[in-house]
């Protein structure tokens, strides 16, 4: 179990134990000084907008057991004393805690599997977890925790589980650098190279580059690969005789998993894995897109690789329950379904659900897409070009100022254009229609969450 004691972590931490009892052990952490777990320490992060250090107090009322922090001042340490509460001043809090979790890392040996890519790493995540459910005990990244504070405190949550899933995301190089040494995966799993971050990083190459950070804190030399990926295609076979690559795909038949024979449904995809050592399985996933089944695939790969066998990782896949607002089904209050994919957006997954959409079998279909963010210069080009791609949809609402693109460049009969998300809900509450099928997709900061809850009221 990942306890650490008040001793440890002044140890680990370099830092100062200014009240309390260095014997007293830490089961649980939190961030939040209002949601106190049992036995729990409050860290201090400081944040762009809201520093930790400042709610320290608020914490001890509300019955934290210890605080990490950077700042303390003599009220909360009288406080701190009152209550008996351990108090430990650190240099940085969020250095700190990335000095635990490295070495709670360092004290356990289980199978760590750390999933990175532009596109669906919420999700792999999501199914390979479910996957290794069928042979361990799992613990996995929460939503998408996957910076440089999530990824730690997802370590330092471990208890007596059997296997950790951890996502890594990042914006700039360097970032899955330190995460992959933090979490020192056993085996990594690539989703597919895309353009998220590109107006950053200036290329998918150095996309590309950046994501293979990932091998540096590698345990072993095992990585999973979507390969019908052009570039990860290219690095698979510049480096086959340095790394065991492990290929998935749906176009590369060569592929150590492929998914043949695929039929897609508004409700689930099926269709028939084939490995290069000649088995095969009939697979069902609880959710359409051919973008899903690769990152099926993925799961697939991971628990073959940990020795499941494959109906049970058919039945893994099939129980996977998929983290919020990802192509997730619901209905509209009049019977219209509804497929929100509002968390996040950039152009691979937007195309990707744009092409679900476009493809399931409907009466009408309408796209109300928003910004897609992060795209720094590349924005209007690839804005243009999601409306320039736009081929089966019936009505198009957009929303937003980049979003304004999509609208201009898409041959769509019946196409609407809002600078607020107000007018897009006026616009399809007056049009829907109980058998309309209903893509809403735009970046989490354009909030469209707030349309699909018109929608459903």
């Known amino acids: 179990m990942a306890r650490l004691k008040i001793r440890e972590i002044t140890k680990i931490t370099n830092g100062e134990l200014i009240t309390g009892n260095e014997e007293d052990e830490v089961l649980n952490y939190t961030r939040n000084s209002k949601d106190i777990p049992e036995e729990g320490m409050f860290l201090a992060f400081k944040g ?21 922090a950077s700042k303390i001042d003599d009220k909360t340490v009288k406080l701190a004393k009152e209550k008996n509460i351990d108090l430990i001043k650190v240099d940085d809090v969020n250095e700190a805690v990335i000095k635990m979790a490295t070495y709670i890392r360092s004290k356990i040996n289980i199978p760590v599997v750390a999933i990175t890519g532009s596109v669906g790493k919420t999700s792999t995540k999501d199914l390979i977890s479910s996957v290794l459910g069928e042979k361990y005990t799992v613990h996995k990244t929460k939503g998408n925790m996957n910076n440089l504070i999530g990824l730690p405190l997802t370590i330092l949550k471990l208890r007596d ?38 107006g950053n990083l200036g290329s998918r190459e150095n996309i590309l580059k950046a994501k293979l950070e990932i091998l540096e804190g590698l345990q072993g030399n095992t990585i999973i690969i979507n390969n019908d990926d052009d570039l990860l295609h290219k690095w698979y076979l510049e480096n086959k005789e340095k790394y065991n690559i492990i290929t998935i795909g749906i176009k590369e038949k060569g592929s150590t998993y492929v998914a043949e024979n695929i039929v897609s449904t508004e409700t689930n995809s099926t269709f028939t894995l084939k490995t290069n050592d000649g088995r095969k399985q009939q697979i069902t996933i609880s959710i359409g897109g ?28 099939q129980k996977t329950e998929l983290t919020k607002q990802r192509m997730e089904i619901i209905k509209a209050k009049n019977g219209a ?27 009408r279909k309408i796209a109300i897409l928003g910004d897609m963010l992060e795209l720094g210069d590349y924005s209007k080009e690839y804005h243009e070009k999601i409306g320039k791609e736009l081929y089966n949809v019936d009505i198009l609402i957009t929303v937003g100022n980049e979003a304004k693109y999509i609208d201009k460049n898409a041959n769509v009969k019946e196409k609407y254009h809002f600078d607020n998300n107000n007018g897009a809900i006026s616009k399809i509450k007056d049009i829907i229609k109980s058998d309309d099928l209903v893509l809403v997709k735009a970046s989490n900061s354009m909030k469209f969450i707030d349309i699909v809850n018109e929608l459903a009221k």
Do not use: W
């Not at 051919?290 to 893994?316: M, Q, R, T, W």
């Not at 950039?346 to 009466?363: F, G, H, I, R, V």
């Open 48 to 68: 762009e907008k809201l520093d930790g250090n400042d709610f320290c107090s608020d914490a001890i009322q509300n019955g934290v057991k210890s605080c990490l």
């Open 290 to 317: 051919e973008h899903f089944i690769i990152n099926s695939l993925c799961a697939i790969a991971v628990g073959d690789y940990y020795k499941i066998p494959l109906e049970k990782i058919a039945e893994g896949i």
């Open 161 to 198: 589980e059997q296997c950790l899933v951890t996502e890594m995301g990042m914006n700039h190089f360097g970032e899955i650098r330190r995460l992959t040494n933090i979490a020192k995966p056993t085996l990594a799993v690539i989703t597919n190279i895309g353009t998220s971050h590109i």
């Open 337 to 363: 379904t509804i497929i929100n994919d509002t968390y996040n957006a950039n152009y691979d997954s937007m195309t990707a659900a744009l092409k679900y959409l476009q493809e399931a079998p409907s009466k």
